[in-house]
Nanobody
C-alpha cells in the first residue's frame, strides 16, 4: 500500500509564496522520480516541476521557471516545491506524483498519485 502525505496548499495574495511538501511511503516501494502536477477544471493535468530523486535531472514548466524550485526533502521519497511570486494563473489543485523509471513529463506515465492540495491566489 502506497501512502502520500501532501501539505502546504492554501490561499495567498499575488506575489506571495507557498511551500508544498510531498512524502511517499509504502512497503516494497521503489520510486526514482517524483513531481508536482497541477490541474484546473478548464485544463488537463500538467507538469509543474519534477525531478529524479538522485538529483540528476530536474524539469520545470516554462511558466514557473525562475519562480518555483523543486528539491529533495530530508526524508526518503520526499520532495519540496517552493513557489515564489505566485500569480492568479498558478491557482489550481496541485498533485504529487511518483514513478519508477525516468523523469517523464507526461501525467499518464505516473502510477502513484497523491490526493491533491488546493492553491488559491487571489487579492
Amino acid at each position: 500500500q502506497v501512502q502520500f502525505v501532501e501539505s502546504g496548499g492554501g490561499l495567498v495574495q499575488p506575489g506571495e509564496s507557498l511551500t508544498l511538501s510531498c512524502a511517499v511511503s509504502g512497503s516494497s516501494l521503489y520510486i526514482s522520480a517524483m513531481g508536482w502536477y497541477r490541474q484546473t477544471p478548464e485544463k488537463q493535468r500538467d507538469l509543474v516541476a519534477g525531478m529524479l530523486l538522485s538529483g540528476e535531472t530536474i524539469k520545470y514548466a516554462d511558466s514557473v521557471k525562475g519562480r518555483f524550485t523543486i528539491s529533495r526533502g530530508n526524508a526518503k521519497n520526499t520532495v519540496i516545491l517552493q513557489m515564489n511570486n505566485l500569480q492568479p494563473e498558478d491557482a489550481a489543485v496541485y498533485y504529487c506524483a511518483a514513478r519508477m523509471g525516468y523523469l517523464s513529463p507526461h501525467a499518464a506515465d505516473y502510477f502513484y498519485w497523491g490526493q491533491g492540495t488546493q492553491v488559491t491566489v487571489s487579492s
